[in-house]
C-alpha cells in the first residue's frame, strides 16, 4: 500500500486493521481464500479504512469496534472492484492482473460475493442496528449506481447531473458511510455526524472526478491500469461531456462516435480535444469545489490533528497523480 502522510496518525490502527482483514479472509475454501488474498494484497491506498479511523478520531472514539468496521468497509470495496472488473472486462488493476483475468469472471464474481457477505457478518458481530443499517443502505446504493452506471455507457447524451448521480452512488456512498460510522460510534452530536457524512460524500465525489481525470492525463505506471480504459468501455465521463458540450462539431462528434461505438481507436484525437477545450481543467476545478465544501462541513468538528488529517486527506483526493 502506497503511505499517505495522514498514515502516521493512524499506524498502529490501520496494522490493526490489516490484521483484522487477514483473520477474516480465512475460509476453508481454498480457492475462496485464494482469490481473496490476491485482490487484498494487491495494494491500494486503504482510504476508506483510513477515513473511518480519521473519523473516529476526530470525535474521540478509540473502543476498538473501529477497526472491525474499517475492516468491512474494505471488504465491501473490494468485493465491488471484482464484480466492476468482470461487468468492465478489465485485465489491469493496480499494475497487475486482474483477479478475473487471473482465476476467471466466475470465481471473481462469486468471491465477491464471498466478500459481501463475510463483511455484513462482521457488521452483525458489532451489535449495532444504526451500522447495519447504514452499511446496508451504502452497499445497496452502490449496487444501483453500478446499474446506473451500466445503463449509461454508451450514451452520449447524458447530462453533467447524471454522471455525478453515478459518482454519488457508485464511489461516494461508501466514503460517506465510512465518516459517518465514526460519529456513530462515538454517539457524536447529530451535526457532527452529519458534517462528518457530507465531508465523505464530497471527497469520494472529488475522488472519482479525478480518478475520471487521470484516466485521460495519468501515467500508465503510476495509476497502474491502461489510459483510455473509460473510453474503450464507452463510459461517459465528466472531461468527455465537457469536451460535446464546449468543442467544436467535429470533436464533438469524434467523442460521441467514440463513446458509442467504444475502443481505443480515435483515443489520440479524444486526447487533443480533451486538451484543447479545457476539459481536464474544468473537471479538476468541479473536484476542488468538492473539496472545498468537504472541508467546510468539518466546521462542526473540534479543531484537533485528526481534523487536520481529514483536511489533508480532502487536499490528497485532488492534488494525487495515482
Request: proline share 2%; glycine share 8%.
Amino acid at each position: 500500500m502506497k503511505q499517505l502522510p495522514i498514515h502516521s496518525l493512524i499506524a498502529s490502527d490501520m496494522q490493526a486493521v490489516d490484521a483484522v482483514i487477514r483473520a477474516r479472509l480465512f475460509s476453508g475454501v481454498s480457492l475462496v481464500q485464494q482469490v481473496a488474498e490476491y485482490i487484498v494484497a494487491g495494494g491500494g491506498k486503504r482510504l476508506r479504512p483510513a477515513l473511518l479511523l480519521l473519523s473516529c478520531g476526530s470525535v474521540g472514539y478509540a473502543d476498538g469496534q473501529h477497526h472491525v468496521l474499517a475492516a468491512v468497509v474494505e471488504f465491501i470495496h473490494t468485493a465491488t472492484l471484482l464484480h466492476d472488473d468482470v461487468v468492465d472486462e478489465s485485465a489491469l488493476r493496480r499494475g497487475r492482473d486482474t483477479a478475473n483475468a487471473q482465476f476467471g469472471n466466475a470465481a471473481s464474481v462469486l468471491v465477491g460475493d464471498f466478500l459481501y457477505s463475510r463483511a455484513f457478518q462482521m457488521m452483525a458481530g458489532v451489535g449495532s442496528m444504526r451500522v447495519m443499517q447504514v452499511l446496508a443502505d451504502a452497499t445497496n446504493t452502490i449496487a444501483e449506481g453500478e446499474v446506473l452506471q451500466l445503463m449509461n455507457c454508451h450514451n452520449a447524451d447524458i447530462t453533467v447531473d447524471d454522471y455525478l448521480c453515478v459518482v454519488r452512488y457508485k464511489t461516494a456512498k461508501l466514503f460517506e458511510a465510512s465518516a459517518r460510522l465514526g460519529a456513530i460510534l462515538a454517539n457524536a452530536a447529530p451535526a457532527m455526524e452529519e458534517g462528518l457524512a457530507d465531508y465523505g460524500m464530497h471527497v469520494g465525489t472529488a475522488f472519482q472526478i479525478v480518478d475520471d481525470v487521470l484516466d485521460y492525463s495519468g501515467e500508465e505506471g503510476a495509476i497502474g491500469k491502461q489510459l483510455g480504459d473509460d473510453l474503450a468501455e464507452g463510459k461517459p465521463t465528466l472531461p468527455l461531456i465537457h469536451v460535446m458540450k464546449a468543442g467544436t462539431t467535429a470533436q464533438s462528434k469524434a467523442v460521441r462516435t467514440a463513446l458509442e461505438e467504444g475502443g481505443r481507436e480515435s483515443f489520440d484525437v479524444i486526447i487533443e480535444a480533451v486538451r484543447s477545450t479545457g476539459a481536464l481543467d474544468v473537471a479538476m476545478a468541479a473536484a476542488a469545489d468538492e473539496v472545498a465544501r468537504a472541508k467546510q462541513a468539518l466546521s462542526a468538528l473540534p479543531n484537533t490533528q485528526y481534523r487536520d488529517a481529514l483536511i489533508q486527506l480532502a487536499d490528497f483526493a485532488v492534488a494525487r497523480k495515482y
